[in-house]
């Protein structure tokens, strides 16, 4: 059983408002900058082709999120060039009030996202307007290794929607 109190230590949490005239393109309001300024959050299926093996053959795949760091900003997650972060939205049906999650890929050694290159970090997408102008991130450090583990961080998510503790 995971504990309320590893979960916390785990948990940040950013608002991205979407760019005005755009139909992806979001950028940091407030709250965690663990990742990039800026991020493209596709409502189509896919922007960058992906592999149809693992995890994309267990949930639906239903969104992208890409990012990349710029050379100023800062992050555990900025490891290696071009400083990448992107992950499949994958739909849980389990938790419908929640656009999807996803782990974050970061660029390895050769500057590709590979399954190695998966920090294993869950992110959490949720927003309370049907036009998606703002998308609360809940970002859960090593929380989406196992199904235990998402299972239990997406619950915490559940109640910090929904002011619950």
């Known amino acids: ?28 309001q407030t709250g965690s ?6 991020a493209s959050i596709t409502k189509e299926k896919e922007v960058a082709k992906v592999a149809k093996k693992g995890r994309n053959l267990l949930h639906p795949v239903i969104r992208q999120y890409l990012s990349q760091f710029t ?10 060039k071009p400083f990448q972060v992107r992950t499949q939205i994958w739909l849980d049906e389990d938790y ?9 890929g970061i660029s390895d ?8 290159s998966d920090t294993g970090d869950l992110l959490v997408f ?5 036009d998606w102008e703002n998308i609360r991130i809940f970002f859960f450090a ?17 109640k910090l929607i929904y002011n619950v503790e």
């Open 71 to 80: 050379r100023k900003e800062e992050s555990p997650l900025k490891l290696n």
């Open 109 to 116: 050694a050769t500057g590709r996202i590979t399954d190695k």
């Open 33 to 38: 900058r663990i990742l990039p300024n800026r």
């Open 1 to 28: 059983m995971i504990s309320n109190e590893m979960i916390k230590a785990s948990y940040q949490e950013a608002t991205y408002q979407r760019k005005a005239g755009t139909s992806s393109s979001y950028y940091w």
């Open 96 to 104: 419908p009030q929640f656009i999807g999650y996803g782990t974050a």
């Open 142 to 158: 090593g929380m989406g290794r196992t199904p235990d583990a998402r299972d239990a961080a997406m619950r915490y998510a559940s």
């Open 126 to 130: 949720y927003s309370d307007d049907t």
